[in-house]
């Protein structure tokens, strides 16, 4: 067994090669500028942890890491333009350096390689793994889709919301443990009970980080505090203050969201505060982490093989700002 | 063994289906708008063909058919955003009714569900077909940022837009046949031989294309032609033109590509014949058809079972218009 932080350099190390040709360098160089901008790689680390929930790390979970990592970086690239964000990581962005065309295509190889890759997997387990990278990816787009719905609306209710975070971020992080755990031999209930482990969790690490994007401490926290009620972000604070609030309190909130005032924030916190959003919005993430934690508890292996996922959930959630 | 009519008519039956979910339908009705506008369905077809070519067609050529219609579709969506298209098949492209985040979601998910169709191959042939598909796949995207890189660059020698070409249009071809010919069982040598058809008659056709935009019958062409002059863009005959006019005529050209005169296309034409442009683009349309013919003939099968693939090139290239 070996830990997030083991299993992170032996990551690195494999996934530091160089993943595609020298030429066209117009189409590859943006592509190699934003990978090597970084990342944590929790989500291939993910179908390493899967596998090794079961059994020994098999070959074929390198290949599929990979494909998993690559994955994400094509859905940050193409985000990225939709959002119009100048900046990944406090570096400008594919399409900020290389124009937004070379972008949309350097994201589109990206998406190929990743599915190169994942050719590489035995026949035996092949065509469940693509089926899970197909379908996972799938539901990204779908949350993507409706994220930029939502922007559009202000009556986004909670379930709607929590809906559309599962896909747009929790999908993948369950979907490869998942796939760590089709190539760990996994059964389909240890299986299905490992993708609710990391769906939930999911949803309560995007609930805690809206949180902590309002309430945080600015220095633990390691951006500004407040960027979220700045750009008017739907977050999960936001659509709870809204749907909780009365109607007096509900006035005041559409009201801050419609002008850049001085005080915006401390009257948004304020708001947060008086309609309980705060104290709802840390319930739910407790709610999400302990069904996750329910979810983990279910897989039947013996309890020593699941310390590094606990450490990681804990690690992940339990952070004190 | 169909004709290309006959096999025309069943793939319309079998693609006719709803490839998409209802909901989101933010996300899926611009693809399900996209695919109803049409098209010849040349490259799944030829996949059909390929298989026949050796074989009666298998059940897995026609999910691969799909998945390689969707792929062409893709890159459609995309490459209109690229080229800010406003119009597809005389409608608006998906990002003129939808808007361009959307568009690029839209396609980002249908070349995930072009995987979905390649995944219900039979595993004993599925990472081969797969891995084609990636091959081509990734050459299409070189191809497109290729295009983009030369209309920056006015020194673009021939053989660099001949592989640009071939990257950007034949390889799908070639690809889909090929697909085809490992669904119909063939051997390395008949497969090699049957994607350096594909691939060179794709070159033929583009030459052809970029031929009668110039010099075609209006009438018989279906579009406006002198089209590729007045908007500049690089052609076989543009580069034939710029590559072997003297100084006096490389002037001339460029000084028409610096401005929109009236009679643009009509003195372009005039330094296209005067160059002998005209006649080398003929000749290098010729040379590439005899070497795709050359190549379907040393496939090692009964010439029988060549004819409706000899029937489509002829159709294909012969015209007179």
């Known amino acids: 067994m070996h830990s997030f932080q083991e299993l992170s350099i032996a990551f690195a190390n494999y996934f530091g090669t160089d993943h595609f040709p020298q030429t066209p360098g117009s189409l590859y160089d943006p592509n190699r500028y934003f990978l090597q901008l970084g990342g944590k790689r929790i989500r291939p680390i993910l179908v390493l942890m899967g596998n090794e929930l079961f059994d020994d790390i098999k070959t074929d979970a390198w290949p599929v890491a990979n494909a998993i990592e690559l994955f994400h970086n094509f859905t940050l690239i193409h985000d990225d333009i939709m959002d119009a ?29 990743a599915y190169e890759y994942l050719n590489q997997v035995d026949k035996e387990i092949a065509s469940r793994i693509i089926k ?76 805690q980080d809206d949180y902590l994007d309002a309430f945080g401490d600015p220095e633990k926290f390691g951006k500004q505090v407040g960027g979220d009620i700045i750009s008017n972000k739907k977050t999960f604070l936001l659509i709870n203050a809204l749907s909780n609030g009365n109607s007096e309190q509900v006035s005041a909130i559409k009201s801050l969201l419609e002008k850049q005032a001085p005080d915006k924030v401390e009257k948004m916190l304020g708001l947060y505060r008086q309609t309980g959003a705060d104290t709802l919005t840390r319930n739910l993430q407790k709610e999400f982490f302990d069904k996750a934690m329910f979810h983990l508890e279910e897989i039947a292996v013996v309890s020593s093989r699941k310390k590094p996922l606990m450490e990681l959930a804990e690690f992940l959630i339990a952070r004190d700002y």
Chains 1, 2 share one sequence.
Request: proline share 2%; glycine share 10%.
């Open 132 to 207: 899970w990278f197909n379908t996972t990816a799938t539901q990204v787009c779908e949350g993507q889709q409706l994220d930029m719905d939502f922007e559009k609306r202000d009556d986004v209710a909670l379930e709607e919301y929590i809906h559309m975070i599962a896909l747009k971020t929790s999908v993948l992080l369950a979907g490869a443990l998942r796939m760590g755990a089709i190539i760990g031999g996994a059964g389909k209930r240890n299986a299905d009970h490992l993708y609710e482990f990391g769906k939930n969790l999911g949803i309560a690490f995007q609930i």
């Open 85 to 113: 964000a100048p900046l990944r990581r406090g570096m400008p962005t594919v399409h900020e350096k290389y124009g937004t065309h070379t972008a949309l295509l350097a994201g589109d190889v990206m998406l190929v390689k």
